[in-house]
């Protein structure tokens, strides 16, 4: 059974407590938390992600699912521990080389949470291959990140399947997450893909009911 992590980037600030309160009624898994500083994507959720973080921390004890489109990778995460998050996944586009994606790795270690790395569409599979023995999630993006509402990209679903026999070959285990796009009508392309969590934002928060939702997205995979 996949996980479903709701993304709250399409969360309406007037109904955040209410809209919160009902995903975790609705039984969502994790929030995903998009943080977004305007540099490495267009725009800037920085302040929105902190005051929903800050709410959701008050009312829930579900786990936090970081998601950093940020250049300035280190400093994100600092601004995240001291909510106690259950993972933090990074872009593998915003480290200049392998040094600093493994000072990242290990600094999310040492603060104990779980460390993901996040590909963008374009970014061959390969790319990460090396980190996987070291990480828990791979995050691969199935729109180009930046915004949410977008249309699911059919092409990253092969990287997704690939990415799992790969795992599978070389006996590791590690969650695939995808991220973007996802809705009832596309759940059909993500089965038998591997992908164990699934990322959903506007499918979720712009129904009517979250938990009917949330049901018929988990029960097809
Ligand atoms: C896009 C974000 C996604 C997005 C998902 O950059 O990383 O998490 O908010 O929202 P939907 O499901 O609406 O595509
Ligand atoms: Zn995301």
């Given at each position: 059974?996949?996980?479903?992590?709701?993304s709250?980037l399409?969360?309406?600030?007037?109904?955040?407590?209410?809209?919160?309160?009902?995903?975790?009624?609705?039984?969502?898994?994790?929030?995903h938390i998009d943080v977004m500083d305007g540099k490495f994507v267009k725009q800037n959720t920085?302040?929105?992600m902190?005051?929903?973080?800050?709410?959701?921390?008050?009312?829930?004890?579900?786990?936090?699912?970081v998601h950093l489109m940020v250049e300035?990778v280190?400093?994100n995460?600092?601004?995240?521990?001291?909510?106690?998050?259950?993972?933090?996944t990074f872009h593998i586009e915003a480290?200049?080389?392998?040094?600093?994606?493994?000072?990242?790795?290990?600094?999310?270690?040492?603060?104990?949470?779980?460390?993901g790395i996040a590909i963008k569409p374009n970014t061959?599979?390969?790319?990460?291959?090396?980190?996987?023995?070291?990480?828990?999630?791979v995050l691969v993006m199935t729109v180009e990140p930046g915004y949410g509402g977008q249309k699911l990209i059919?092409?990253t679903?092969?990287?997704?399947?690939?990415?799992?026999?790969?795992?599978?070959?070389?006996?590791?285990?590690?969650?695939?997450e995808v991220d973007g796009g996802i809705?009832?009508?596309?759940?059909?392309?993500?089965?038998?893909?591997?992908?164990?969590?699934?990322v959903?934002g506007?499918?979720?928060?712009?129904?009517?009911?979250?938990?009917?939702?949330?049901?018929?997205?988990?029960?097809?995979?």
């Open positions: 059974m996949v996980e479903i992590s709701t709250v399409s969360v309406k600030e007037e109904e955040a407590v209410k809209t919160f309160y009902n995903l975790e009624t609705a039984k969502t898994d994790y929030f920085i302040e929105k902190q005051t929903y973080t800050n709410v959701i921390k008050q009312i829930s004890n579900l786990p936090l699912d300035d280190e400093a995460i600092d601004a995240y521990l001291p909510y106690e998050p259950n993972l933090i480290c200049k080389d392998k040094q600093e994606v493994l000072k990242h790795i290990q600094y999310i270690k040492e603060n104990n949470a779980k460390v061959s599979i390969e790319e990460i291959y090396e980190y996987l023995p070291l990480i828990h999630l059919p092409e679903i092969q990287k997704v399947k690939q990415l799992r026999e790969y795992i599978n070959e070389n006996n590791l285990q590690i969650d695939i809705n009832i009508e596309n759940k059909e392309e993500l089965k038998h893909t591997g992908a164990n969590i699934l959903v506007s499918a979720i928060i712009n129904s009517d009911n979250y938990k009917d939702t949330i049901k018929k997205i988990k029960e097809t995979i």
